[in-house]
């Protein structure tokens, strides 16, 4: 029996960020049932189409053509990450690189053995963000895409970082470390973040007791894909800008 009072909160993803290693990008789970696991998160359209920044049940989608759209229930993702709000710590913070602010969280809180999500809100006085085209079959591997992905840059915008922290014990359902994305609240800039100034904004820190992974269990792509895991993790790296 659940103890009355006790802090609980969990994470859902659907699918893994290996499967898109060697080019599972079609989407396997509406955006409706999606949407009915969480309230904020991050992922990716089918054909990988963009980058996702849900927001107070709003799927963004920031696309390679540096324009917003919002998903329709009717499509479907390949592999997302979505949370209900439970904040267990807010803070604020100021004049932090993406580095000092990722350490500042590791040294503060004991958090480095869970999964837990972090949402900035406020300023920046640089972000620099990526986002993939959408690709078309027979699809490409997940760092043969990267390698084409259009970069963006801005400075002193206001906007909203939302995304999740793994323990390294976890890389390949999920990239160790942070994976965050952007979405500025003009909509000017969004997308997966590469590098980031913070000038004044709040942080919402939220660890995770539970981590429900649901997996394409229909899919026949997925069912029949053999996955090299030789150099799985490295590609994984080499994807989401971490070397």
Do not use: C, W
Not at 134 to 140: A, L, N, S, V
Not at 162 to 180: E, Q
């Amino acid at each position: 029996m659940k103890e009355m009072g006790k802090y609980d909160s969990r994470v859902f993803q659907h699918g893994t960020l290996g499967q898109l290693v060697p080019g599972l990008f079609e989407g396997t789970l509406s955006v409706s049932d999606l949407l009915l696991h969480g309230d904020f998160g991050i992922g990716t359209a089918s054909g990988l189409d963009g980058e996702m920044i849900l927001l107070d049940h709003v799927p963004y989608l920031f696309q390679s053509n540096g324009q917003v759209r919002i998903l329709k229930g009717s499509e479907k993702v390949p592999f997302a990450t979505v949370h209900f709000t439970q904040v267990k710590d807010a803070l604020t913070v100021e004049k932090m690189t993406q580095a000092q602010l990722g350490q500042f969280i590791l040294a503060n809180y004991p958090y480095k053995n869970l999964f837990f999500a972090v949402k900035l809100t406020g300023e920046f006085e640089f972000v620099k963000t990526r986002a993939v085209a959408k690709q078309e079959r027979p699809y490409k591997t997940l760092t043969q895409v990267a390698d084409e992905q259009a970069v963006f840059e801005a400075n002193n915008v206001s906007g909203t970082l939302i995304g999740y922290y793994a323990p390294a014990l976890f890389h390949g359902m999920a990239a160790a470390g942070y994976h965050l994305h952007f979405l500025a609240t003009d909509h000017t800039i969004g997308g997966h973040l590469l590098d980031f100034k913070v000038a004044n904004a709040q942080v919402e820190l939220q660890p995770f007791a539970t981590v429900e992974q649901h997996f394409p269990d229909e899919d026949q792509e997925f069912l029949a894909a053999d996955i090299d895991l030789s150099d799985l993790h490295a590609q994984i790296e080499q994807a989401e800008g971490q070397n």
